[in-house]
């Protein structure tokens, strides 16, 4: 009997694996904070002898280099793979026993990088499911502009083959089970589902429902833009991230907080965005601990940049550390629990700005800007007339093209909406944060349009 368990990392929309039998197992593409592979491995009572990496990856830093010294697993990198550190080549047509009867079938899957290669799990010779990485996702498959632009469409049409390799070489039986696709960058396309079969996929999946050349144009129109950190995962996980520290960071003051803000550094408020709307440190910025922290901080925040985080228990800042040093923002400068009344300086309020729904921006909208921070795509399938688009990864850089007055910010769920809400309040700019969802700007009367 074999398993396979799932270790998900939500915030980046990524899962990592664990699978085997009685007495070892074989972690694939682990995230960097290993511990809670560890602990999968300890709770099945068995011994990691394996860890692989499906490929280098530009969306996070793996754990997969810590998680072989810590536990004396070979360490399987794809052959094609340019890195600085000692690791087992791991060539197409590869097997590897893992456990009783359960092997490890390497098989090269080009596309999402050109090293790429998935991994299908055999019990007594019969694939029962393939570790597919940022090959073939649910409906979907890796984007392929992530390595070098003048590589984007043959990885495109390498996409297509791979899919159709797995596709032919494995059972319809055989689960699926991708790295990315559950909300992450990585994915060409949203998943449609959380589970899925090879035989499903050949029902349903473009790359292997289209032909090549329809499914290449398709696939390259649809690329959006993808967060400005990911140039710095690949060289880090092809030179070996380091082990992560996840102690508690120095404790700041109201004093310290203020003279961190006034040297220009970066102070971030982890808690929801209600909370933080009701009261705040002036000057701070809000991205939700729960709320792809990870993401959109890496995104925007200036490379090497300190940043404080401000949580409201050591809970939750136990929480933002562990997604940031995911994507290599390790230790914070400095951390505060508590609320805005013990991080401002005495005789100082915390400053404030009002939520809205769709339907209040309905009855205020020929006096307000309106100001769309959702990507292009989206804005293509729907905004608001006359309203202003700056993408909230560009809006940080983009401030001074928000026309004047108060601007009402909106996105598609209101997440969004909020961190560029605190981008602007923090700017001095007189703000709304539109909590609302999309769907409901028509519902309210809102004039939209498509294109």
Known sequence: MFFIDTIEVAGLGNRGYLAGGERTAVAVDPPRDVDRVLTAAARRGVRISHVVETHIHNDYLTGGLELARLTGAAYGVPAGATVSFERTPVHDGDRTHIDTDLTLLALATPGHTPHHTAYALEEQGTAVAVFTGGSLLIGTVGRPDLVEPRLTEDLARAQHASAHRLAAQLPDTAAVLPTHGFGS???????????????????SNAALTQDVDTFVARLLRGLDDFPAYYAHMSPANSAGPAPVDLTPPAVADAGEIA???????????????????????????????????????AWLIPWGKPVTLLAESAEQLARAQ????????????????????????????????????????????????????????????????????????????????????????HCAGGLRAAIAASLLDAAGRDVVAVDDSFTAAGQAGLPLRTG
């Open 259 to 297: 003279a961190r803000l006034a040297a220009g550094e970066w102070v971030v408020d982890v808690r929801h965005r209600i909370a933080f709307a009701e009261g705040h440190v002036r000057g701070t910025y809000n991205f939700e601990a729960d709320g792809r922290l990870a993401t959109y901080l």
């Open 322 to 409: 562990r997604e940031l040093v995911r994507v290599g923002i390790d230790r914070p400068a400095a951390a505060a629990t508590g609320g805005p009344a013990s991080w401002t300086p005495e005789g100082t309020e915390p400053a404030r700005f009002p939520r809205a729904a769709f339907a209040d921006l309905a009855r205020r909208r020929a006096d307000v800007v309106v100001l769309d921070v959702r990507r292009a795509s989206e804005r293509a399938a729907g905004y608001i007339e006359g309203s202003v688009h700056i993408p909230l990864h560009a809006l940080h850089r983009r401030l001074g093209d928000v026309p004047p007055g108060q601007v009402w910010v």
């Open 185 to 203: 960058f990585c994915s060409a396309g949203p998943a449609t589902g959380e589970d899925t079969t090879i035989g499903k996929e050949k029902a």
